[in-house]
Every structure is written in C-alpha cells, then in structure tokens.
T-cell receptor
Framework: LAKTTQPISMDSYEGQEVNITCSHNNIATNDYITWYQQFPSQGPRFIIQGYKTKVTNEVASLFIPADRKSSTLSLPRVSLSDTAVYYCLVGDGGSARQLTFGSGTQLTVLP | NAGVTQTPKFQVLKTGQSMTLQCAQDMNHEYMSWYRQDPGMGLRLIHYSVGAGITDQGEVPNGYNVSRSTTEDFPLRLLSAAPSQTSVYFC?????????????FGSGTRLTVV
C-alpha cells in the first residue's frame, strides 16, 4: 500500500480557499486517491476520489498531476464548519485493505 | 436513513470481560471493516470482510474476533478486554469496487476498559 504524507495542521480564515497537498510517491498504477473528512466524535466521511487530472464535486476539487505522485484537495470558501481532520488515502478501490489512514491534516478555520 | 449502524455508542468494561460490538449496514455492500482510533491518531484496521463467510485480519487483529454470516452484519468480539483496547471503534462498508463512493462509516462505539 502506498504511504502518504500530509501536513499535520493548517489554519485558514473563513471565506478563503484551502489547499491540502498529499504526497504519495509509491502510488501504483491501479491505485485511486481518496479524501475523507472527520469531525470530532464522528466517523470519517467520504469527500472525493480521483485517478488523474481533476475531479470536482459539490464539496471540493481534487487535482492530480500527470505523475500522480501527489494530489491536492481544494476546499473553496471555507467556513467554520469545515474545521476537521482531512485524510488522504491511496489504494486499489477494489481492495478491502485499501484504507490505511495516516495522521491526517487538522484544518482549523478561524473567524 | 440508509447507512452503517453501530451499537452500543458507549461501553465500559472491566478487564477480562468479553463483549460484542454490533455493526449492520442496509446498503447491500460487499465489503465491511472494523477500525480502532486512539486519541490524536488515524484509524487502524482490525479485521475486514469481502463478503458473507469471508474474513481476514488487518493491521491490529490481536484480541478481536469477527464473523460474517450475513451480508448485513459484521460483529466484532472482544475476547478478554484489556485497558489497551480502550479506543473508539468504527465500522465501515463499501461496494466491492469502492471507487466512486468510498467507504461509509458508522458513528462509532466509544469503549473504555478499566
């Protein structure tokens, strides 16, 4: 399973765009990149998943360069309620062993 | 609402006691997994199942048993509780591919072993 590296913490202000980058140098050909969000005392929640280039949904965008060795989660115009831990995971979506969580990135949105 | 249901939400056990954490999903997902999360840390995989009758060990399986007799249910059994098993336990499920929607997690069971 590809190991991922993320910043431990980030601070932002309300209304700003936040970009969280994840490094995954050993990503395999079949691996997908998935991001989860976790609030205190809750289970992680799926945010977005991608394989290459750019993926966008109603919550976030995911940018993946051509070499796929990193990815960037972009959260537009964050609010206080976006304060959470964000996890980047890499693995074959068809494997139940995909979900290897690192320590994640604690995003704190300030007023 | 459809999703993953975990019971109980809170539990206190004495060292040496046994108990079963329940997990049920109504989304007809093939994959189910159990994780534990210790304070300030990410989730660690305990056991997982790719379908009824099939289970396998994850990263930290010692002290836990699982079975998968139906698609819907995936209980986690603590054989003889130890203080080191104090943690928050999450159950998750996914369709076989998991490529477009990822895993759905339950709300967790907070377990304290004294």
């Amino acid at each position: 399973l590809a190991k991922t590296t993320q910043p431990i913490s980030m601070d932002s202000y309300e209304g700003q765009e936040v970009n969280i980058t994840c490094s995954h140098n050993n990503i395999a050909t079949n691996d997908y990149i998935t991001w989860y969000q976790q609030f205190p005392s809750q289970g992680p929640r799926f945010i977005i998943q991608g394989y290459k280039t750019k993926v966008t949904n109603e919550v976030a965008s995911l940018f993946i360069p051509a070499d796929r060795k990193s990815s960037t989660l972009s959260l537009p115009r964050v609010s206080l309620s976006d304060t959470a831990v964000y996890y980047c995971l890499v693995g074959d979506g068809g494997s139940a062993r995909q979900l290897t969580f690192g320590s994640g990135t604690q995003l704190t949105v300030l007023p | 609402n459809a999703g993953v249901t975990q019971t109980p939400k809170f539990q206190v056990l004495k060292t040496g006691q046994s108990m079963t954490l329940q997990c049920a999903q109504d989304m007809n997902h093939e994959y189910m997994s159990w994780y534990r999360q210790d304070p300030g840390m990410g989730l660690r995989l305990i056991h997982y199942s790719v379908g009824a009758g099939i289970t396998d060990q994850g990263e930290v399986p010692n002290g836990y048993n699982v079975s998968r007799s139906t698609t819907e249910d995936f209980p986690l059994r603590l054989l003889s509780a130890a203080p080191s098993q104090t943690s928050v336990y999450f159950c998750a499920s996914s369709h076989r591919t998991g490529r477009n929607y990822g895993y759905t997690f339950g709300s967790g069971t907070r377990l304290t072993v004294v």
